[in-house]
């Protein structure tokens, strides 16, 4: 790392979905970006809600801050992003991964899009390239590409806190399923290598936690504790020994809840899908495609 700014970390936790959503800031009336947002989905009634949304932006506003940009670490396939919404309240720009066209590519033929959807990313406001930096304030984020988990994710470097998706999580939980469209264990090894490489201290956040039954949820640790007692991936796992592991493990989990929604919704920067001619508006459920 060039930099280790201490940057403010100020997390919200969905606990429908198990979510940290991070405002990251300098200081009060500073600049600041949200990554990895959510909006609340009922899916047995279909409805949306913006419950945790409004928790962000209440915190944003509280502080006098001023929303730059608005990122995903990759289209998720567990919860809806709330990023139009935000941006709808606090402006700032929708960015996520410039590799988000091979997602949308793959998941255009899964539900059948008609050819209204685009398949460039043009749905976003900015695509971030691998080792590009945005500005925002006195900090600045850096992408660093992590694919494995989908073939499209991306960390956010600011400062000494690298924000991983879901890339990792925490030591006692383990590391992410690879087994959507696009996903490789194998590349997966290979991205927490890239992360394991940053500094001992370096503070890892993450997108997710699944706690064990004798603690609470959290969202932060360390490289350094990664390296000691990450469950899958500690110093002296192999990539042969990870990969074997990771999609015997991947065999045995079912789909995500919100799997069919989310991505949806997710490939299309947060946007739902155009109502149709009775002014609502509907997602697909494709049967025994996944």
């Not at 990122?71 to 410039?98: F, N």
Request: charge should be negative; charged fraction near 20%; glycine fraction near 6%.
């Amino acid at each position: 790392m060039k930099s280790l700014i201490q940057a403010n970390v100020e997390a919200f936790f969905d606990p429908e979905t198990w979510t940290f959503t991070y405002v990251v800031y300098a200081g009060k009336q500073s600049q600041c970006v949200v990554i990895d947002s959510v909006m609340n989905y009922d899916p047995k009634s279909g409805r949306i809600s913006t419950k945790s949304a409004d928790e962000v932006i209440g915190f944003i506003q509280s502080e006098q801050l001023q929303l730059t940009w608005v990122l995903e670490t990759h289209a998720h396939a567990d919860h809806l992003t709330a990023a139009p919404y935000i941006q709808s309240k606090l402006g700032g720009k929708i960015v996520i991964g410039d590799h988000i066209t091979s997602v949308q590519n793959v998941f255009k033929g899964v539900f059948n899009l008609d050819d209204q959807f685009a398949i460039d990313g043009s749905q976003f406001d900015y695509l971030l390239q691998d080792g590009e930096s945005l500005q925002f304030g006195d900090l600045t984020l850096k992408a660093l590409y992590v694919p494995g988990h989908t073939p499209a994710c991306m960390a956010y470097e600011i400062g000494d806190a690298l924000f991983v998706g879901d890339t990792l999580f925490m030591p006692d939980v383990g590391t992410a399923r690879c087994d959507f469209p696009g996903g490789s264990a194998q590349d997966l090894y290979r991205s927490i290598q890239k992360v394991l490489a940053y500094p001992d201290e370096t503070r890892l956040y993450m997108c997710h936690d699944y706690p064990p039954t004798d603690r609470a949820a959290a969202y932060c640790t360390t490289v350094g504790e990664e390296k000691k007692s990450n469950i899958h991936v500690h110093t002296g796992i192999s990539e042969e020994q990870f990969v074997q592991m990771r999609n015997k493990r991947d065999a045995t989990l079912d789909m995500p809840n919100l799997i069919l929604p989310s991505i949806q919704v997710n490939i299309r920067a947060g946007y739902l899908p155009t109502p149709e001619v009775n002014g609502k508006t509907y997602l697909k459920i494709p049967v025994n495609i996944l």
